[in-house]
């Protein structure tokens, strides 16, 4: 059984002008709301063996606030630029590569493609899946390779408003 969390970077920034997108850092919300769901994540006793995240300013925040959170060794943690806008193809082909002793997964990145792909794995449709929005399912496989549409099964859907 593989567990997969699919995880949207924190609330950003749009302030600066002049910064890129990708450079966008957390805002006051985001800064609130990772730790936040990085607690709700330990308080259950979640545990990834690996965390994969956008290598994007935003996203790589966020990941380092819920690793710290929940324990995770935050130099673990593989920043992959591919993850960076995503869609939902690109996002499986990543997690198609995963090494098959890794049983829970964390991916930390970007909408839409967060949501395609969730929607294209769950019999349960999200409309959004807000910022620091937690959603995770479990596969019936052995690798990683042999994700297949609307194979996943207890889908849970969390997020910050839910806590506050």
Known sequence: MKTLYIIRHAKSSWESSVQSDYDRPLN???ERDAPLM???LKQKDIKPDLILSSSAKRAKKTALIISEQIGYNTSDIIFD???YLASPN???EIIQNVD???EVLFVIA???GMTD?????CKERISNLPTTGVFSMEFDIGDWNALKSN???NCIFDYPKKHL
Request: aromatic share 8%; hydrophobic share 40%.
């Open 28 to 30: 006051k919300r985001g």
């Open 38 to 40: 990085g607690m709700v």
């Open 81 to 83: 630029e591919d993850l």
């Open 90 to 92: 690109e996002i499986l």
């Open 100 to 102: 098959s002793h890794v």
């Open 110 to 112: 970007h909408n839409p």
């Open 117 to 121: 792909f969730i929607n294209h794995f």
């Open 151 to 153: 194979s996943a099964q």
